[in-house]
């Protein structure tokens, strides 16, 4: 069952994202949802450590992670309510 709070809130690198191993359940289940919230906080490069939000339920294509930039503004905060209410 997925749940939308939980310890992987947060992974070491960016490319963890993206991989299955953060996500997938034994027995195959994904955890991931659309509009999770995940810090990545000890990336090689700095850049990339920083707070993401999962667009769509692939999380496996990098493109569907955006960094939520700051913090947030209209413009992201806008993105994020529409993505709350197409869930």
Do not use: C
């Not at 027995?27 to 509009?35: D, I, K, N, R």
């Not at 939000?53 to 806008?78: I, M």
């Amino acid at each position: 069952m997925a749940r939308p709070l939980d310890a992987r809130a947060r992974v070491k690198h960016l490319s963890d994202l993206t991989s299955e191993e953060s996500w997938i359940e034994e027995g195959g289940v994904s955890v991931a949802y659309s509009g999770m919230l995940v810090v990545v906080y000890k990336d090689h490069d700095e850049e990339n450590n920083g707070v993401y939000r999962l667009k769509h339920r692939n999380f496996r294509l990098q493109e569907n992670w955006v960094k939520v930039e700051g913090s947030g503004g209209p413009a992201v905060d806008a993105e994020i309510t529409q993505d709350i209410w197409n869930l």
